[in-house]
């Protein structure tokens, strides 16, 4: 035999028998990457959908955490006595922290919510995937 050229095969012919085979599930295969691609698309749309709504969410927060800034700031600067101003200054305090723990709460309902919709693709394939292997 010669030795191969760039337009020869280096095998005498090619056997589809052997090739099917040597990968009994070569479509199977292929059916089952096909649809890991397609998990994993799913899977990355609904996390960047869950981090658009987290930012959207966050900036919501950030402005109405500088409008209770600038609020409070006015009132303060209308006062005239300490005892005035510590009032005007405890109610911040307290609505501060309420807002902060509401926020809180809403994002990490809005992040779980996300891993929850981005997982669910990845979960199913992997359930689809692991009922094939047993059959």
Known sequence: MTSPTPFQMPFASFDPEAMAKFFPMNDTMG????DAVNASTESTRASMKGMQEASTAMMAQMKEQMTLGVETGKKL???????DMMTI???YMKSAFEAGVKNFSELSELYADTMREAFAPLAKQAKKTAKA???
Do not use: D, I, P
Request: hydrophobic content about 45%; cysteine-free; overall charge neutral.
């Open 77 to 83: 600067a209308e006062t005239t006595t300490l005892e």
């Open 89 to 91: 200054q405890a109610g």
């Open 133 to 135: 292997a047993k059959a």
């Open 31 to 34: 059916a089952f990457a096909r």
